[in-house]
């Protein structure tokens, strides 16, 4: 069988093969799901934690700086978002995907949010300036949060596959994390609907999120912080 027999017989399968899915009742894991055409829905909230401005970061200074900044970075936005029930379902270069469940897990993911700006504001940035007192970097960053059905399968070839994560929210959650980093912290309206008053209110009751005057995602509102809340 010639290389384009097997690419094009892998392709039809594809297409061909009728899809048996399922209501998950947790994040899976790349063993839950089959190589062929099977797939776990979920409803989901997907939050993504983006190292802003990381092409400057390494074109600019040495690569053990830079390497430090992304351990840094990545070690703190993972911990807060275990801390809060997500389950981390990639790493990426320089940003992180997670995925809540449960009754709580718009305000959860939203919890997440504030707490990765905490660290980096409060541990990260001063602990750069303590170490490397005559860089002027001080790590930006943007956390994107949407909530809606995931439809869930397993992609690539034998011995070297991952699950993808195809639904809206996966989508508009990195797409967010594009925006300015002057707002650290964005999610959708319908995350914010859901928010309980603990997620969307400081503790002397003051409003963390407002709407974005500017920016929507295909219609939908998009709410943003500069807030933070200590881990």
Sequence with gaps: MSLVEDYTEAVEKIFKDTWTTREGQKVPESKDVGLGNDAVKLDGTVLYADLDESTN???????????????????????????????????????????????SKNSSAAQSALKINYTVTNIINPLIKKHYPRTNYQVKQVVGIDS????????????????????????????????????????????????????????????????????????????????????
Excluded: H
Aim: hydrophobic residues 35%; aromatic residues 14%; positive net charge.
């Design 57 to 103: 970061l390494v074109d600019s200074y040495k690569p053990q700086f830079a390497a430090e900044i992304y351990k840094a970075y990545l070690s703190c936005a993972a911990k807060v978002i275990r801390g809060e029930g997500g389950e981390i379902t990639s790493y990426d270069g320089d940003r992180i995907m997670a995925v809540y469940i449960g009754d």
């Design 148 to 231: 809606s059905q995931l439809f869930i399968a397993r992609t690539g070839i034998r011995g070297s596959n991952d699950l993808v994560w195809v639904g809206r929210s996966a989508n508009y959650a990195a797409k967010l994390c594009s925006f300015s980093s002057n707002y650290p912290s964005r999610l959708t309206e319908t995350v914010y609907n859901k928010l309980n008053d603990s997620a969307k209110y400081s503790s002397n009751g003051k409003l963390m999120w407002t709407l974005d005057p500017f920016e929507t995602m295909n219609g939908l509102r998009i709410y943003r912080s500069t807030w933070w809340r200590s881990v």
